[in-house]
């Protein structure tokens, strides 16, 4: 149950992540760098909206899928922290509601029906809503980590104080680390893409391929990124998973200052090698695709293909960040003091291959759905003229 319910989380946190990035940079080109003028940008725009629409609604059904092993599973966790997590859960769903039903449908289906104002609008406030959804996330995992501003009475927790529950120490870096995997991920599957053979049924090679000039600033985005990634690991490895000491110190297998015991340290330095060494891949084809992507002649179509990495290095440096942090609870594995044998609950064991089963099935039909997104065009259907009722 515990796997599943890791597996679960995962996959949803990864969705999450993925489409943050992918739709702030769709709001900032369809704001700044505009597309209604250029066929090519158009088709490149609407491709990557339909590889955004099938991860934000992917998203969205992990979310509902997660929520309801966690509530199956761990029922007892919210008996005893349902007085925090209750109503932060309950803001997190109206705002996905509210996103999912307005702004992000207009986004979605709305080109062609709705004025361009209108529907730059509608992608920025899209883009709000998204962010809004994963800070919230981003707060509950925290405080999952450091209880602040709450306190166990009687075997509940009970709100103490509410801003050292928004704010405490460990927010800021938690959503640094998380913006930076949104960029990582989001720049790997974009340069990525295009390193992909374009010989897929159905697929239209001019319509998924970026920009030569946003093709060049998402590497040099990507590779700054990157760079700020070394720097804020060592501060997240300090202040987060350990109590002291470094990164080095980590790498190197140092683990006296790691409380979580030899099993949990070991696996924090197998996390630790395994960020280091997706992160000197990633630079390493940040370069290639700077160097070789963005023209590809046929002599350099090894080179080009090779990029192609990034979609699986990208999401893999933000996994492995988060597994990092997951691990950096120690002993606390679900809240506070409070273990998994604490809140774990015996009548989940019942349904445990049903989960199983839905799991399974939903992650397959997850795969299949992102790999053709990004091996064929998606664009939406434009409406005939004689339908479209706004300019």
Partial sequence: MQAQIAWAISLFQALMVLGLGLVWLLAVW???????????????YESWLGVFAVVARAGFGFGLLTLVLVAVGWSTLFERAGNVLGPLLLVLTAIAFLTKTTVFSVMINGRGRVSEAIYSLSALATAFGYSLIVAG???????????AGASLIDGRFQVIELRPIFFNQQVGLQA???????????????IGRQGLPSSAPGSD????????????L??????????????????????????????MGLLSGNLLAEPAGLSTGFAMVV?????????????????????????????????????????????????????????????????GHLTFDDVASAPSMSVLWVSAGLLAMASVGLLVALWQSLTQSLAPSPLPASQQTLP
Avoid: F, N
């Fill in 137 to 147: 996330l981003v707060v509950i995992e925290t405080w999952l980590r450091d209880p």
């Fill in 205 to 216: 090679a001019k319509s998924v391929r970026l920009p030569a000039s946003i093709y060049r």
């Fill in 176 to 190: 640094l680390l998380t913006v930076l995997g949104a960029a990582l991920a989001t720049i790997g599957w974009m």
């Fill in 271 to 335: 996390t630790a090698r395994l960020v280091a060494l997706l992160l000197l891949t990633y630079l390493v084809l940040i370069m290639v695709a700077w160097v070789y992507g963005a023209v590809a002649p046929s002599a350099q179509r090894m080179r080009k293909h090779l990029t192609a990495g990034l979609l699986l290095v990208g999401p893999g440096l933000w996994a492995g960040l988060w597994l990092l942090l997951y691990l950096g609870k120690g002993r606390d594995v679900v809240v």
């Fill in 218 to 247: 998402l590497c040099g985005l990507g590779l700054l990124a990157a760079i700020i990634v070394i720097v804020a690991l060592d501060q997240m490895v300090a202040s987060l998973v350990l109590d002291h000491g470094s990164l």
């Fill in 30 to 44: 369809q704001w700044l760098i505009g597309t209604t003028k250029q066929p090519t940008r158009l088709a490149a």
